[in-house]
């Protein structure tokens, strides 16, 4: 049988602007070029999820639901580009919950392994956070840290975490996949 390959997408700062605890629907604005990005990867055999902290629920800033409104239209958006997400798991919890489902934690990952059969050698993890490159790392993943959103603040936050790449965009982030050695598997 073989195995999917998948990439991760965070979501605030990687697919939507990130405007600070993003859940508004009237403050949705998907990024430059995430569409085109997606479909590259699609061309190529990749699969996607989308991985998030979602810390303003535990803090009660907004609730689930509007978390599901939110995600509703950036999903709606993005199967008008042709592209599917086939799962997005969610971690509604504070930082200091210690929560198997907040990353850098591998839980959503080994889920969606044993879910979907995916290669997670063969599979990356994208986001604008050092956790989202933790992640990677935890799950056996490549990792790429966006320079969108919180990139330039947070690859100082990276320390001695093995990046495969800090890119400017998701664009430039599929660009790299595309070229990478690991995704010809």
Same mark, same amino acid.
């Given at each position: 049988m073989s195995h999917a390959r998948f990439v991760f997408l965070d979501r605030d700062g990687t697919l939507v602007h990130d405007g600070g605890y993003v859940h508004r629907v009237e403050d949705y604005v998907l990024l430059p070029g995430v569409i085109e990005a997606l479909q590259s990867? &699609?061309? !190529?055999? +990749? &699969? +996607? !999820?989308?991985?998030t902290n979602q810390s303003g629920i535990g803090r009660g800033l907004y609730t689930e639901a509007d978390f599901e409104r939110f995600q509703r239209r950036l999903l709606d958006d993005l199967e008008a580009g042709g592209i599917a997400i086939e799962a997005t798991y969610m971690c509604p919890h504070l930082p200091d919950a210690r929560c198997a489902c907040r990353k850098p934690e591998p839980r959503s990952l080994l889920d969606a392994r044993d879910r979907f059969a995916i290669d997670l050698a063969a599979s990356w993890v994208i986001g604008d956070h050092a956790v989202d490159v933790r992640l990677a790392v935890n799950a056996g993943c490549g990792g790429i840290l966006l320079l969108t959103g919180h990139g330039e603040e947070e690859r100082h936050k990276l320390g001695d975490t093995p990046v495969a790449a800090i890119v400017a965009d998701l664009p430039a982030a599929a660009r790299y996949i595309l070229t990478d050695e690991r995704s010809a598997r």
């Open positions: 990867l &699609r061309d !190529a055999g +990749f &699969r +996607f !999820a989308i991985v």
